[in-house]
């Protein structure tokens, strides 16, 4: 059973960072792309970044572009999100996503964390 | 980036009724729409790929078509179980953009 299990949400000031870490289990991890997607309280959903299977490949949403940088630890099943330079616009639920597809990098998702929330303010 | 507008953002349905949940993009995107399904306080659940594809353990009471820039996601007998929030997602360039939304309640 694939299981995202995020972790790493909190409370952080304006300007201040933050680390998000995805726990995979489930499926052969490093054969699979990675994104992570937020969801402002009471809105939609926003891409943020992607990650390739075997982490050579990295894009981001201009909206986090220079701020945020995504990677991965395929030894230990890991997706992170190192988070800098926090704005109160980036308060959200920050999701991991699983492509569905083996290889594929920016497509569409099959299975999610549950979420971690950040929250900047002061 | 790709603007995709789902309407209508709200709608109100009684179980068993059909609905129709509508998705357009700013410029053609070939069929690479996603559909999700989100209840409250959960994550997204992946319902149709492709426009047209149902994601495997999806009830087949769920159904999309579309083509170019319009698509549609469609529900032919609501179950009590499907009153939740709907997300179209394309994916034909980057970044994947999504809908706003449509909250369907129960009337």
């Known amino acids: 059973e694939v299981q995202l299990l995020e972790s790493g949400g909190g409370l952080v000031q304006p300007g201040g960072s933050l680390r998000l870490s995805c726990a995979a289990s489930g499926f052969t991890f490093n054969t699979y792309a990675m994104s992570w997607v937020r969801q402002a309280p009471g809105k939609g959903l926003e891409w943020v970044s992607a990650?390739?299977?075997?982490?050579?490949?990295?894009y981001y949403a201009d909206s986090v572009k220079g701020r945020f940088t995504i990677s991965r630890d395929n030894s230990k099943n890991t997706l992170y999100l190192q988070m800098n330079s926090l704005r109160a616009e980036d308060t959200a639920v920050y999701y991991c996503?699983?492509?569905?597809?083996?290889?594929?990098?920016?497509?569409?998702?099959?299975?999610w964390g549950q979420g971690t929330l950040v929250t900047v303010s002061s | 980036d790709i603007q995709m507008t789902q309407s209508p953002s709200s709608l109100s349905a009684s179980v068993g009724d059909r609905v129709t949940i509508t998705c357009r993009a700013s410029?053609?995107?070939?069929?690479?729409l996603a559909w999700y399904q989100q209840k409250p306080g959960k994550a997204p659940k992946l319902l149709l790929y492709?426009?047209?594809i149902l994601d495997s353990g999806v009830p087949s009471g769920f159904s999309g078509s579309g083509s170019g820039t319009d698509y549609t996601l469609t529900i032919s007998s609501l179950q009590p179980e499907d009153f939740a929030t709907y997300f179209c997602q394309q994916y034909d360039s980057t970044p994947g953009t999504f809908g706003q939304g449509t909250r369907l309640e129960i009337k």
């Open positions: 410029q053609g995107i070939s069929n690479s």
């Open positions: 996503a699983k492509v569905k597809l083996e290889y594929q990098l920016l497509i569409y998702f099959d299975y």
């Open positions: 990650i390739s299977g075997g982490g050579g490949n990295t």
């Open positions: 492709a426009a047209s």
